[in-house]
């Protein structure tokens, strides 16, 4: 549970007590509390698996934008994370408010990822390739925006709720479960609904855009509404000033470690996810209804895995785990190398498999890892910073996110592909090393990266209890 103290101003604050954190006492997060902010990322999950999934792909295959223009797009679209998301952060861990303070950005957020996201599969066919680029620009700048008001007070809030080492892992155990039902949502429906009625249709993606509007909305909607019971911490009455703040986040080489992890292993995950409906159609030579079976699969994997990984974490230690499941990741990307039309299909459903184990040991420990680095600044100095800590970390997400379409669509641009033919006509030797690029080379560079920082992490449960 938590201790009361004074600090600097005379404001009472809650900081760690692990005298509480016992045995006997192993749940503070009751499980109805646990499963209802977990919904939250079942709609943020939807949100950024979609538009990661399916974004170059829809401007470029259906909005007729170049690839390179595209890629651009979306990069610079999310570089305004750089204000967006520590601002987000400060005003949330500033904000005076008689109940959580970050509990008002869901709400708020919950309309603009919902909104931005049906904005931007019902973007208007103008005739000019500019206004059409316009638009979807205008759209993702939204999405960003909406993004941070949802996801950086969201994933503050753990870092309140428990002050248990090992429960941070078990909340983001059901988390992981609602990420995995996104996935099998989004791996399921969208290609089934891309195939039956256009994959190059824009009335296939507004249907996508519309259904997906809702569920993001909904699922948002329910971790705002089932979390009035969760634990806060107050905000004080005076704080470092905001320079100070991202100095001292800065300053802890915890927190730097792990976002050079995510950042490493992230943008291999943002290539893959790039370049794989192009790989599918040019290289695997299959339809999208491929993805299905995959999804199913996948989501099975990462459920069973999940409190399989949060044992393993108690055994071996986080960073361990997190080394296992980024280990099984690596040896699936390079498979991808050896990929050919005549595979059985058994093989693709398989390499999905592995990469959803390693994804279920990427979102739990990595999270984890983050609540404990906040828990221990707070255990040093006495201020709560989860909202500056989890800004940076949701920037480098996006930011990664931003950076893989931007490989791979001057990728394509530079192998000649054509955004006016058919995707699936485009089978040319320079194509397919364009997207083993996205889906093999940068994902198995990178996790290499990533795997070798994990092995320098140092902070241990000692630390924070």
């Not at 927190?255 to 893959?272: C, D, E, H, N």
């Amino acid at each position: 549970m938590t201790s009361k103290v004074a600090d600097a101003s005379g404001e009472d604050t809650f900081l760690p007590d692990p005298a509480r954190d016992t045995i006997e006492n192993p749940r503070q997060v009751p499980l109805r509390l646990q499963y209802s902010w977990g919904s939250g990322a079942l709609g943020i999950a939807i949100l950024m698996n979609s538009i990661g999934g399916l974004i170059l792909f829809y401007m470029v295959s259906v909005l007729q934008i170049d690839p390179a223009l595209a890629g651009t797009l979306i990069f610079v679209s999310k570089l305004l994370g750089v204000v967006t998301d520590p601002v987000v952060g400060t005003w949330s861990d500033r904000l005076r408010t008689t109940g959580s303070r970050r509990r008002p950005f869901l709400l708020w957020g919950s309309f603009a990822c919902a909104g931005s996201y049906i904005m931007i599969f019902t973007t208007p066919m103008f005739a000019s390739e500019i206004l059409r680029a316009s638009y979807v620009f205008g759209a993702l700048l939204i999405y960003t925006c909406g993004y941070a008001l949802f996801n950086v007070p969201y994933m503050s809030m753990p870092a309140e709720m428990t002050d248990s080492y090992h429960e941070r892992s078990a909340i983001h155990g059901v988390r992981m479960m609602y990420v995995a039902i996104a996935s099998l949502v989004v791996g399921t429906i969208s290609p089934i609904a891309l195939e039956a009625l256009g994959r190059t249709s824009q009335f296939s993606y507004t249907v996508i855009g519309l259904c997906g509007g809702a569920i993001i909305f909904g699922a948002t909607m329910i971790a705002y509404l089932g979390t009035r019971s969760a634990r806060f911490t107050a905000s004080q009455v005076e704080r470092p000033k905001i320079l100070s703040e991202v100095g001292h986040v800065f300053s802890n080489r915890h927190f730097i470690r792990l976002l050079g992890v995510k950042a490493t292993q992230l943008i291999g995950v943002a290539s893959s996810q790039a370049a794989a409906m192009f790989f599918l159609l040019n290289v695997l030579q299959r339809d999208l209804t491929i993805l299905a079976p995959a999804a199913v699969v996948g989501t099975l994997v990462q459920l069973a895995s999940a409190p399989l990984l949060v044992r393993l974490s108690r055994k071996i230690g986080k960073s361990q785990t997190y080394i296992v499941g980024g280990s099984f990741y690596l040896l699936a990307v390079l498979s991808w190398y050896f990929a050919s039309p005549t595979e059985p299909l058994i093989f693709y459903v398989l390499r999905m498999a592995v990469v959803s184990f390693g994804a279920c040991a990427n979102v739990i420990m990595a999270m984890s890892m983050l609540t404990d680095i906040i828990s221990f600044d707070a255990l040093r100095t006495g201020v709560r910073r989860e909202g500056v800590y989890t800004a940076f970390y949701s920037f480098t997400e996006k930011f990664t996110f931003a950076v893989g379409p931007l490989i791979v669509g001057i990728a394509l641009s530079a192998a000649g592909f054509d955004k006016t033919l058919p995707p699936e006509a485009m089978r040319t030797p320079e194509i397919r090393q364009a997207l083993l690029l996205g889906v093999c080379y940068i994902p198995g560079f990178l996790s290499i990266a990533a795997i070798t920082l994990l092995a320098g992490y140092k902070l241990k449960q000692e630390d924070v209890s």
